[in-house]
T-cell receptor, first 115, second 113 residues
Framework: AQKITQTQPGMFVQEKEAVTLDCTYD???????LFWYKQPSSGEMIFLIY??????QNATEGRYSLNFQKARKSANLVISASQLGDSAMYFC????????????FGTGTLLAVQP | NAGVTQTPKFRILKIGQSMTLQCTQD?????MYWYRQDPGMGLKLIYY???????DKGEVPNGYNVSRSTTEDFPLRLELAAPSQTSVYFC????????????FGEGSRLTVL
């Protein structure tokens, strides 16, 4: 069965510094996708970045990058040059391959960016 | 663009009552999902659908039912509400071309007293 683990309940980071949010996963399916979502205090869910299991390169989207280490089954989110607006909950999620497209979320990491 | 629309945004139920959370999307997405988020927690998958007429259970389906008669609509039915169903419910959809890249509704906050 698929499983997503986020071990950091909360983190602080200074404005303009980089921060890494950890995510490990477990699946027996060779084809899967990994996602990161942001949930600000307003409550909406915002898609940030996607990494496919067969992608050779780490995904990047602006200040977000995904450090994908397949052998370690980790998919850490790196936010460069943190901004105050990055303060939010961040969720890692995984979708296994096949027709089901069931997407499972981790428990989240609360990031607080300090000025 | 309306995207994913959920109604109602807030609802208080008494124990034992039933209700339906409505969800509709106008993006012609094949995949639709219902999640619940308990305070300070992550999202738990209740039910999902890969297309009209096809639904399947997620991680926490007990106490809920769904239907998917059209591509656009994916209502979630709560039967015999219990305090444990107090939560924020999110409906989401994703396209076949980017499964897992979810478009979320604004959420529905349900309280069962």
């Amino acid at each position: 069965a698929q499983k997503i683990t986020q071990t950091q309940p909360g983190m602080f980071v200074q404005e303009k510094e980089a921060v890494t949010l950890d995510c490990t996963y477990d699946t027996s399916d060779p084809s899967y996708g990994l996602f990161w979502y942001k949930q600000p205090s307003s409550g909406e869910m915002i898609f940030l970045i996607y990494q496919g299991s067969y992608d050779q390169q780490n995904a990047t989207e602006g200040r977000y990058s995904l450090n994908f280490q397949k052998a370690r089954k980790s998919a850490n989110l790196v936010i460069s040059a943190s901004q105050l607006g990055d303060s939010a909950m961040y969720f890692c999620a995984m979708r296994e391959g096949g027709a089901t497209n069931k997407l499972i979320f981790g428990t989240g990491t609360l990031l607080a960016v300090q000025p | 663009n309306a995207g994913v629309t959920q109604t109602p945004k807030f609802r208080i139920l008494k124990i034992g009552q039933s209700m339906t959370l409505q969800c509709t999307q106008d993006m012609n997405h094949n995949y639709m999902y219902w999640y619940r988020q308990d305070p300070g927690m992550g999202l738990k998958l209740i039910y999902y659908s890969v297309g009209a007429g096809i639904t399947d259970k997620g991680e926490v389906p007990n106490g809920y039912n769904v239907s998917r008669s059209t591509t656009e609509d994916f209502p979630l039915r709560l039967e015999l509400a219990a305090p444990s169903q107090t939560s924020v419910y999110f409906c989401a959809s994703s396209p076949r071309t980017a499964p897992g890249e979810l478009f979320f509704g604004e959420g529905s906050r349900l309280t069962v007293l």
